[in-house]
């Protein structure tokens, strides 16, 4: 048994990217680094947590002490979370995407010569952090992020009640957060705000760890 504030704590991150497929060769993706999910997944794991990370494609070194799930897509990354529990805290970093496509082609779309580009049907992916706050083995502490870049607080406030998350780490991406190493966040919890100063994305990870680790003090 590893020692540390979080030892015999099971948590479960996710982190990174989702990449929907079109065809075999293209995908539906975002911008998302993973740095941040992967930087939390360190700072649990050094407390002394369990820590599974369910990844989304990234290129980033696995943190030491870390079990590590890869996922393409939000459908894996859903079915990679159901199959990690019971947690006791799940912690939502990744920048799942709300559309796949409807349906995949088997065979690389070509164009078809006519100059008529093909029209791509989405459908909606499902929302891993809110279907897991209604699962029957909830983690005791689910904490969502939101990525904002006006209002920051109010729809931190709105997301947290909607998805029933105890917490939500609002970030403001008003600024070059995508992809940096600095966030500027505000901790959304039931009983109210804690506003942090802007700091490195590891000292985010670290801060919330300890956060965390308070919680089950
Ligand atoms: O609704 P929005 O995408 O802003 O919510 C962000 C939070 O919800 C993040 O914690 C993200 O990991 C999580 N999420 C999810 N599944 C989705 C969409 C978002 O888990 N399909």
Redesign the pocket.
């Known amino acids: 048994i590893k020692g540390g504030a979080l030892a015999g704590r099971h948590v479960l991150v ?1 982190a990174g990217p989702t990449h929907e497929p079109i065809d075999p060769v293209r995908y539906i993706a975002n911008r998302s680094s993973g740095k941040q999910g992967y930087a939390i997944a360190g700072a649990l794991a050094a407390l002394g947590a369990r820590v599974t990370l369910v990844s989304g494609p990234v290129s980033l070194a696995t943190p030491a002490g870390v079990h590590r799930i890869d996922v393409e897509s ?1 459908r894996e ?2 079915a990679a979370v159901d199959a990690a529990l019971p947690a006791d805290v799940a912690v ?7 559309w796949r496509a409807d349906t995949a082609a088997g065979q690389k779309i070509k164009k078809d010569g006519s100059g008529a580009p093909p029209t791509l049907a989405l459908a909606e ?8 706050a209604q699962n029957a083995r909830r983690p005791r502490l689910l ?5 904002e870049t006006e209002k920051v607080v109010d729809h931190a406030v709105a ?1 947290r009640a909607r ?1 029933d ?1 105890d917490w ?1 780490v609002a970030n403001d991406v008003s600024g070059d957060v995508m992809g940096g190493d600095s966030n500027s966040i505000h901790i959304v919890t039931r009983d109210g705000v804690e506003s942090w100063e802007t700091m490195p994305k590891a000292d985010v990870a670290h801060r919330l760890a300890a956060r965390i680790a308070d919680e089950f003090a």
């Open positions: 996710t939000a990354m859903a939502m970093v990744a920048a799942v995407a709300d992916n499902p929302d891993i952090l809110a279907g897991l904490i969502g992020f939101a990525a997301k998805k998350a939500i």
